[in-house]
């Protein structure tokens, strides 16, 4: 009886077994990650796409247009972007590639986050941990090329006025 009045609220980790108080974080971790990737999700579905294929991001907040453009008469690495979510988020995943290819591929892998994290939360999984060992400097290097081709695809694009 004077155990229980010492700690009237074990850990959480003594209710469940040894090692669960880490798969509650890692639920917890997985319900924040997939909460912040649907409500990601869901503003880029209400955005109306613009049909420059830039600019969409000016719908929220007072967000400006891009400097870059004014200036450089040249788009940012992220020009393109949120209206690539936007077309991602209502299916058109043809004009989010054509819009900004990095933009549609990020779409892409936040809907995937968004289930795998679902997925995590629910079942405990530690499938993440698969993804997390994918990390390597070749696949961050990787994914540095091709978000500079991107932008050299978005910078010719815009050059010859193709928006969709």
Same mark, same amino acid.
């Given at each position: 009886m004077n155990e229980v009045?010492?700690?009237? *609220? $074990?850990?959480?980790?003594?209710?469940l077994g040894p090692?669960?108080?880490?798969?509650?974080v890692e639920r917890v971790v997985a319900a924040i990650v997939a909460t912040a990737c649907l409500t990601l999700l869901g503003v880029a579905a209400w955005l109306q796409p613009s049909p420059t294929g830039?600019?969409?991001?000016?719908?929220?907040?007072?967000?400006?247009?891009?400097?870059?453009i004014e200036y450089a008469? *040249? $788009?940012?690495p992220t020009c393109g972007m949120t209206t690539a979510f936007a077309h991602a988020?209502?299916?058109h995943f043809i004009r989010s590639f054509i819009t900004q290819p990095m933009g549609c591929v990020l779409a892409?892998?936040?809907a995937m986050a968004f289930w795998v994290s679902l997925y995590i939360t629910f079942t405990g999984s530690p499938i993440w941990r698969v993804f997390q060992s994918m990390w390597r400097p070749s696949v961050v290097w990787i994914m540095a090329i091709l978000i500079l081709a991107?932008?050299?695809?978005?910078?010719?694009?815009f050059k010859r006025g193709?928006?969709?």
């Open positions: 009045l010492r700690d009237p *609220m $074990p850990a959480v980790g003594h209710l090692g669960s108080r880490h798969v509650v830039v600019g969409t991001h000016t719908q929220l907040f007072p967000l400006q247009s891009c400097a870059w008469d *040249m $788009p940012c988020a209502d299916g892409i892998a936040t991107a932008w050299g695809y978005k910078i010719w694009a193709i928006g969709i």
